[in-house]
Nanobody, 127 residues
Framework: QVQLVESGGGLVQAGASLRLFCAASGRTFSSRTMAWFRQAPGKEREFVAGRSGHGSTYYADSVKGRFTISRDNANGTVYLQLNSLKPEDTAVYYC?????????????????????WGQGTQVTVSS
């Protein structure tokens, strides 16, 4: 498995930006598809952004054009840049590593396809 620790969340006003960090460790990290999910109170965990093991990025429609996922394999870090934040972006954000079977060129988006999760970091956007 891959060990993941998120940081960078906070309280911001609508329209502001944040950058989330996910520190990853584990022998198979560089080949795994990595993704960010979020979960708001009373709602199910939802996919936000992913970067496949082959380097392709993909996003949920709700964040496309505002959020950007990137990774630095040498430093074992995955980033999520959040721009033009809206109150509806308020949630706990989780970093996740896809199971090897769902890594590579496949665009994993379902939580069941991921086997490593961080503890989450809170993002709160005020109106």
């Amino acid at each position: 498995q891959v060990q993941l620790v998120e940081s960078g969340g906070g309280l911001v006003q609508a329209g502001a930006s944040l950058r989330l960090f996910c520190a990853a460790s584990g022998r198979t990290f560089s080949s795994r598809t990595m993704a960010w999910f979020r979960q708001a109170p009373g709602k199910e965990r939802e996919f936000v952004a992913g970067r496949s093991g082959h380097g392709s990025t993909y996003y949920a429609d709700s964040v496309k054009g505002r959020f950007t996922i990137s990774r630095d394999n040498a430093n074992g870090t995955v980033y999520l840049q959040l721009n033009s934040l809206k109150p509806e972006d308020t949630a706990v954000y989780y970093c996740a590593a896809a199971r090897p079977y769902y890594s590579g060129s496949y665009y994993a988006t379902a939580p069941i396809e991921f086997d490593s999760w961080g503890q989450g970091t809170q993002v709160t956007v005020s109106s």
